[in-house]
């Protein structure tokens, strides 16, 4: 970081040429990448005449919350309500998880350690695998009577998010210097008193970053939610949005109202959390 | 010694059950169910290979993998292209801008496939949508890429590219990062050019990042269900049907889940070969 901003000193001040290469392709990805959000939110509140207006308006009409009312009668607050609970508490399995294996697999020698921990790591890039693994998943939570219940999502979001959590966590505590849990073992601490009063404090930062991308993924999930779930109690948001698609059609006033809703939570944790993100990625350099 | 391997698995423990309940015991289970004879989603007894002998049969297939290859194909190698110009882009701007791009960069990624694909139909795609509109002030015909094969399927690579290209960003930027200064500076001071440079210091030092990259790219890309199904829904006719979309619709919507299984296991196989390359290329240490 200090190289980069000395670098940045060093460099001369901005020609015209030069600002116009750096403004250019800022002002592109701010089309493409803001502007249907930006666009999504303001239809939301548009009263529908003024949606279908040509030329677009993007000011003068009087805010209206019409749209967001028939998305409510409509069924999205349980389902906002019940995503939240699927995302949360698969967060917390995850990091409860990864937290001790992360700490055994980079502090205790055992047998088939390696093994196992390449088994984590293959994990990571099979959790992608939404499409293969889905199906087989399918047929074994019928089996197991799981399919349709309360328990399926948030056991799938969490294992899916593990392997990177556990990824993630050994990276930081990797960075701890030992002598501080052999300080605290000479102390009369025990591996968990270890692993409460060193590694849980020390390897905050981490655990923030992976459970951010974790809360991320199971709140963006759409494939396993709507093929686990029947039930419109346990249907999760983006099932529930997709359907919204078939349901309003071409009613683009209740869609993007929909849709700004379901941004806001990921809009939230990005604005006080976007750093971790980044570095959440950066740390696992893998998922997609 | 014995006993602290014990407390030793006894952390790692949840972690497997998890894994176990989650990833590993679905593919063994999905291999036995897979040699039944299955009538409306339950095992009737043991049917050998029928299964799979059944997708061979299917006239359509080679077509679904052409499909397959080609989105795939496309959508990582434009991603990687894109992705690599604006790491190296932002690579050289002062920190505050080049935190504020990456911002940018990213949303695509963090916001849901289902809700992207509707935002972005409503401003890119709807006949009375904002850039219709803008097209038409521009005097450019209309645009209309679902109604075509090649323009629906253009269409969904490029959200495809549009969708991952941040996270591309970030982690070719991270390799980027770990370059050290001094080897452009030492370069620099010999006389080579930025292309040269690029070319001989940058690509060769990013390689595991851009191998990284590419096998999760892949990976993500061939067993995306979402986005065919929201943006064109393997259509118009068949021209979008990919391999994931065609496995997702054989189980839930024709509920040949026996075929399914046997397809889905297929399609794992062939994610195990990438997921060796990964690990492969992954510094891992235990």
Redesign the interface.
């Given at each position: 970081m200090a190289g980069t901003s000395a670098s940045a000193l060093l460099r001369p001040k901005l020609g015209l040429g030069a600002s116009l290469a750096l403004s250019l392709p800022i002002a592109a990805l701010i089309v493409i990448n803001l502007l249907p959000l930006f666009w999504g939110m303001l239809t939301s509140i548009k009263p529908e005449s003024v949606i279908f207006a040509m030329p677009p308006r993007f000011v003068g009409f009087g805010p209206t919350n019409v749209h967001y009312e028939r998305v409510f009668v409509s069924g999205f607050a349980q389902s906002f309500m019940i995503s939240l609970f699927y995302s949360g508490v698969a967060v917390v399995m995850a990091l409860a998880c990864a937290l001790p294996a992360a700490y055994a697999f980079d502090r205790f020698d055992f047998p088939f350690r390696q093994s196992l921990f390449l088994l984590v790591v293959a994990s990571i890039p099979l959790s992608l695998g939404a499409a293969a693994l889905l199906i087989p998943n399918y047929v074994y939570f019928v089996h197991l009577g799981l399919v349709n219940t309360p328990y399926a999502l948030p056991l799938i979001y969490a294992a899916h998010q593990l392997p990177m959590a556990i990824w993630v966590v050994k990276g930081a505590i990797e960075a701890i210097p030992r002598e501080l849990d052999e300080a605290a073992i000479i102390d009369g601490a025990t591996r968990f008193g270890v692993l409460r009063h060193v590694m849980l404090p020390l390897s905050r930062p981490a655990l923030g970053a992976a459970g951010t991308l974790a809360f991320v993924g199971s709140w963006n999930e759409f494939v396993a939610g709507s093929v686990m779930i029947d039930a419109p109690w346990l249907r999760p948001i983006q099932p529930l949005i997709y359907s919204f698609i078939g349901f309003f059609g071409r009613e683009w006033g209740p869609l993007t109202a929909a849709a700004t809703l379901a941004i806001v939570p990921i809009l939230i944790v990005f604005a006080l959390l976007g750093r971790l993100i980044v570095s959440g990625l950066t740390k696992g350099s893998v998922k997609g | 010694m014995r006993s602290?391997?014990v407390?030793?698995?006894s952390?790692?423990a949840?972690?497997?059950a998890?894994?176990g309940?989650?990833?590993f015991?679905?593919?063994f289970?999905?291999?036995w169910?897979s040699l039944q004879d299955i009538r409306y989603?339950a095992p009737m007894g043991f049917a050998g290979f029928k299964n799979f002998a059944r997708l061979l049969d299917e006239p359509d297939m080679g077509a679904t993998l052409l499909r397959t290859f080609i989105h795939t194909g496309f959508s990582v190698v434009i991603t990687i292209a894109i992705a690599l110009g604006?790491a190296v882009?932002i690579d050289h701007?002062?920190?505050r801008?080049?935190f504020l791009?990456?911002?940018?960069?990213?949303?695509?990624w963090?916001?849901?496939?289902?809700?992207?694909a509707?935002?972005?139909r409503?401003?890119?795609l709807?006949d009375?949508g904002?850039a219709a509109?803008a097209a038409r002030?521009l005097g450019f015909g209309s645009f209309q890429p679902l109604t075509s094969p090649a323009g629906a399927m253009s269409l969904l690579i490029a959200i495809s590219v549009?969708k991952?290209v941040?996270?591309?960003v970030?982690?070719l930027?991270?390799g980027l990062k770990s370059i050290p200064?001094d080897y452009n500076e030492a370069a620099r001071i010999d006389g080579a050019n930025g292309w040269q440079i690029f070319r001989r210091i940058t690509l060769p030092l990013l390689k595991t990042?851009l191998l990284?990259?590419a096998?999760?790219?892949t990976?993500?890309n061939?067993?995306?269900?979402?986005t065919p199904?929201?943006t064109t829904g393997g259509g118009p006719g068949d021209a979008t049907r990919i391999?994931?979309i065609d496995?997702?619709e054989r189980?839930?919507v024709n509920f040949d889940?026996g075929g399914?299984?046997a397809?889905?296991?297929l399609?794992?196989a062939?994610?195990i070969i990438?997921?060796?390359a990964?690990?492969r290329f992954?510094k891992?240490k235990?």
């Open positions: - | 602290s391997n407390s030793a698995y952390y790692i949840p972690a497997f998890l894994l309940l989650v990833l015991a679905p593919v289970y999905g291999g169910y989603g604006l882009w701007l002062a920190p801008f080049a791009v990456q911002i940018i960069v990213i949303v695509p963090i916001i849901s496939t289902v809700v992207a509707l935002l972005f409503w401003v890119f709807n009375i904002l509109w002030a549009w991952r941040g996270y591309a970030i982690i930027l991270a200064d990042p990284l990259v096998i999760v790219l990976l993500s061939i067993n995306t269900v979402e199904l929201v391999l994931a496995v997702y189980a839930f889940l399914a299984t397809m889905a296991l399609m794992f062939g994610n990438l997921v060796v990964y690990v992954t891992w235990a």
